[in-house]
């Protein structure tokens, strides 16, 4: 490990990538200019927060607090995470730039910041997952869908999610049926967490800005004892044929899983179209797959 890994110094140093950093509202100035400016990578989707009154609202609605497991996605430049780590103590953090990861490790000591360097994506949840996490981040906006998708399997030790998406993304997430938006993704996430977008962030928050808007959503998994008892996998395939072609009616896009006699049998009329139906919807379809296969 070089000598610049291996150094621990406290958060009161040069802010990450230079320049200004808020600190919980107070400005620090680079004292220690060290290295060259890091540039915003267009394929990690690089959108950094400058803005210290959204950070302030984003951290304000997570209310992290001592002792809890705290796992930030993409620190970055620590927009959130020196206001993480003031509020918690310590939190861990998983970063895919080796340039931004070394000047985390710079910034933050090793009790307040455990850094991961690593793809989101293609990370062990399970391993992280011992203690019930509180997992937060403002998203590389190129891999949320998979990486809301990676998280599913994990929900059950998690205690909430607060992401900042693409305003769409967040709009298709808390879709109700008959709208424009509901599909697979409001059908899969509804199913296992309760929804709440909290507030829209203009373009003008970020360096650079994005082309759009974003917003912050809240996930709260269900319960266990909440959901239905029925196999995750059998209603992941419901979900996708159902909506794979959207323009068809349900007889049509779920011919291969079920006929048009166990569409109806789940009480669902084998001619509606996908995003007329309700999460409850897709629950009986899976339920009567499993009939299909019985008889
Ligand atoms: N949290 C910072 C902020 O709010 O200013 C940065 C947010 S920026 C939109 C996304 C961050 O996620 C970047 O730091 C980027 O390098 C990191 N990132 C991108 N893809 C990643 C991946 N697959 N795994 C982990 N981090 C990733």
Not at 142 to 170: G, Y
Request: a positive charge.
């Amino acid at each position: 490990m070089s000598e610049e890994r291996r150094a621990a110094p406290s958060s009161s140093r040069a802010p990450v990538g230079g320049g200004r950093v808020a600190t919980g509202g107070v400005h620090i100035s680079a004292a220690e200019p060290q290295r060259a400016p890091h540039r915003a990578r267009k394929r990690f989707g690089q959108n950094f927060l400058h803005d210290h009154s959204v950070v302030a609202r984003i951290v304000d609605a997570i209310d992290p607090r001592p002792g809890q497991a705290i796992v930030e996605i993409g620190p970055g430049r620590a927009a959130l995470t020196g206001i993480l780590i003031q509020r918690a103590g310590q939190i861990r953090a998983i970063e895919i730039d080796r340039d931004l990861a070394a000047a985390l490790r710079e910034r933050f000591s090793a009790g307040e910041l455990t850094l991961i360097e690593a793809d989101a994506l293609k990370l062990n949840w399970c391993d992280i997952a011992s203690a019930p996490l509180r997992i937060v981040g403002n998203l590389p906006y190129n891999i949320s869908t998979p990486l809301l998708f990676a998280l599913l399997p994990i929900a059950e030790r998690v205690i909430d999610q607060h992401f900042m998406l693409q305003k769409e993304v967040v709009d298709r997430m808390v879709a109700a049926p008959g709208s424009k938006t509901y599909g697979r993704l409001s059908v899969m996430l509804q199913f296992r967490y309760r929804l709440i977008k909290l507030f829209d962030v203009p373009r003008g928050a970020f360096t650079p800005a994005p082309q759009v808007t974003s917003s912050l959503v809240r996930m709260q998994p269900r319960a266990v004892s909440e959901l239905p008892e029925i196999d995750a996998n059998s209603f992941a395939r419901v979900v996708a044929s159902a909506f794979g072609q959207r323009r068809k009616t349900l007889r049509n896009a779920l011919s291969p899983l079920l006929g048009a006699d166990h569409i109806a049998a789940a009480g669902v009329d084998p001619k509606a179209r996908a995003e007329t139906l309700s999460v409850q919807n897709f629950v009986d379809l899976t339920r009567q797959l499993g009939a299909a296969k019985t008889i």
